[in-house]
T-cell receptor
Framework: GENVEQHPSTLSVQEGDSAVIKCTYS??????FPWYKQELGKRPQLIID?????GEKKDQRIAVTLNKTAKHFSLHITETQPEDSAVYFC???????????FGTGTRLQVFP | EAQVTQNPRYLITVTGKKLTVTCSQN?????MSWYRQDPGLGLRQIYY???????DKGDVPEGYKVSRKEKRNFPLILESPSPNQTSLYFC?????????????FGAGTRLSVL
């Protein structure tokens, strides 16, 4: 079955710097890759997703890139702010009825 | 307002005492799931349901049961809870479509089994 590895497990950056979180997946049939942000004590919420027919997607300060050949995808956050501090989860799915397999999460801390 | 509602939000119980965590969604979604979240392990799927009366095991189903008698409800049942089921539980739902779609999570249920 699908396996998703996520790195790093913790990441500390200075406010204004960029942050990059990387995930690799094992199932070449996976075609949907969402990223969820979970603030302390809150539920996971989708922040951006990408499907396998595109290589990059941007939404303001966040972007996701996908390399299907290497089977990895990354979350990029630019101009980080303290409110970006949270746990971020990547996930992969073959779409349709298939389940989402989550990475183990990255705790991002942005210091003022 | 579109939402997934879980109850209770917090629960402390003792080993062996049966409990049910309820989950309800008002978006007419076909697909519903239960996850548990543990430190360092991320979100792991317990059970999922693709529609009424259709349920299947996820990655960590041992010790849990579910039912899907109505489209909106997907309760999680622990017949005989044990301390290793102490965890944070999330219910989630999404539409059943030809392309994967956004999954909506409930607010979570923090369960402690003593």
């Amino acid at each position: 079955g699908e396996n998703v590895e996520q790195h790093p497990s913790t990441l500390s950056v200075q406010e204004g710097d960029s942050a990059v979180i990387k995930c690799t997946y094992s199932d070449s049939a996976s075609n949907y890759f969402p990223w969820y942000k979970q603030e302390l004590g809150k539920r996971p919420q989708l922040i951006i997703d990408i499907r396998s027919n595109v290589g990059e997607k941007k939404d303001q300060r966040i972007a996701v890139t996908l390399n299907k050949t290497a089977k990895h995808f990354s979350l990029h956050i630019t101009e980080t702010q303290p409110e970006d501090s949270a746990v971020y989860f990547c996930a992969a799915s073959r779409g349709n009825t298939d389940k989402l397999i989550f990475g183990t999460g990255t705790r991002l801390q942005v210091f003022p | 307002e579109a939402q997934v509602t879980q109850n209770p939000r917090y629960l402390i119980t003792v080993t062996g005492k049966k409990l049910t965590v309820t989950c309800s969604q008002n978006m007419n979604h076909e697909y519903m799931s239960w996850y548990r979240q543990d430190p360092g392990l991320g979100l792991r799927q317990i059970y999922y349901s693709m529609n009424v009366e259709v349920t299947d095991k996820g990655d960590v189903p041992e010790g849990y049961k579910v039912s899907r008698k109505e489209k909106r409800n997907f309760p999680l049942i622990l017949e005989s809870p044990s301390p290793n089921q102490t965890s944070l539980y999330f219910c989630a739902s999404r539409p059943y479509s030809n392309t994967a779609d956004i999954q909506y999570f409930g607010a979570g249920t923090r369960l402690s089994v003593l």
